[in-house]
């Protein structure tokens, strides 16, 4: 699997997704993550997936976190 990086909101609750060193795109809730690797070419990946991955670093606060 990538080494998949979720960044801090930004001050519209978005968070970066970027998956070996590329952007995904921004993300507003875990089903958005999700659908990002999906269309990256991980259809089976989901949102618990997404929260129970090892390889998905939260930065910023974990993935209940995604706006101020």
Known sequence: MPRVIVYPPDEQGGRRVRA??????????LRDVAALF????LPEVDELDV???????WRGGGPDVWGS
């Not at 060193?21 to 809730?29: D, K, N, Q, T, W």
């Not at 999906?38 to 070419?41: T, V």
């Open 20 to 29: 070996d060193g590329e952007i995904l795109g921004l993300a507003y809730s």
């Open 38 to 41: 999906q269309m990256a070419g």
């Open 51 to 57: 929260v129970r991955a090892d390889w998905v670093e």
